[in-house]
């Protein structure tokens, strides 16, 4: 699988868009980008993920640039409760599915 | 999204001894369980896949007589740490993977169980 670089860290004003981004220029054309995130002391928490095209669900959208080497995710209202470690994750898709690793990820502090 | 539950949350125990931990798939059908370690300020680092009714495949340097992983059932996974040490003190997160659906694209984690050992 695909490896990624994110920021090692990003703060953010609650209340304000959080934009996350994830570099992943090895990507393949079978590889999904997934975002999980980890709130101290719990599991990943499952956000979005997508192939090629933009995604949006109620927790966050992801964007994709055209050549799929690196992505944004966006929290579009952040709130304290959104202070956590984001990992982007670059994992094989469709009829063989890879296994997610996990990088460093970014923490992210949501501030008052 | 789907629903993983770990059992216990948190356990201590006497070195030596053994420690199992089960997960537990709620509303959907996990084909594929995975286990992962995290030690503090780390990152989650796979230590080993199952599928339903197969052998676990272990990650490079995980020892699977240490780490006996059990996936008798579609909706259970139980690893046990055999002969505990103060090193195998750890985070132990299971995630699982649908076979239809959306579940079967993504893979959900369950809340982890912190074990300690004396």
């Known amino acids: 699988d695909a490896k990624t670089t994110q920021p090692t860290s990003m703060d953010c004003a609650e209340g304000r868009a959080a934009n996350l981004p994830c570099n992943h220029s090895?990507?393949?054309?079978?590889?999904?980008v997934y975002w999980y995130r980890q709130i101290h002391s719990q599991g990943p928490q499952y956000i979005i993920h997508?192939?090629?095209n933009n995604e949006t669900n109620e927790m966050a959208s992801l964007i994709i640039t055209e050549d799929r080497k690196s992505s944004t995710l966006i929290l579009p209202h952040a709130t304290l409760r959104d202070t956590a470690v984001y990992y982007c994750?670059?994992?094989?898709?469709?009829?063989?599915?890879?296994?997610?690793?996990f990088g460093q990820g970014t923490i992210l502090t949501v501030h008052p | 999204g789907a629903v993983v539950s770990q059992h216990p949350s948190r356990v201590i125990c006497k070195s030596g001894t053994s420690v199992k931990i089960e997960c537990r798939s709620l509303d959907f059908q996990a084909t594929t369980m995975f286990w992962y370690r995290q030690f503090p300020k780390q990152s989650l680092m796979l230590m080993a896949t199952?599928?339903?009714?197969?052998?676990?495949?272990?990650e490079q340097g995980v020892e699977k007589d240490k780490f006996l992983i059990n996936h008798a059932s579609l909706t259970l996974s139980t690893l046990t740490v055999t002969s505990a040490h103060p090193e195998d003190s750890s985070f132990y997160i299971c995630?699982?993977?649908?076979?239809?659906?959306?579940?079967?694209?993504?893979?959900?984690f369950g809340p982890g169980t912190r074990l300690l050992v004396l």
């Open positions: 090895t990507i393949s054309g079978n590889e999904y």
């Open positions: 995630s699982a993977r649908g076979s239809g659906g959306p579940n079967r694209e993504t893979q959900y």
């Open positions: 199952s599928n339903e009714g197969s052998k676990a495949t272990y």
């Open positions: 994750i670059v994992r094989v898709g469709g009829t063989s599915y890879g296994k997610l690793t």
């Open positions: 997508g192939l090629k």
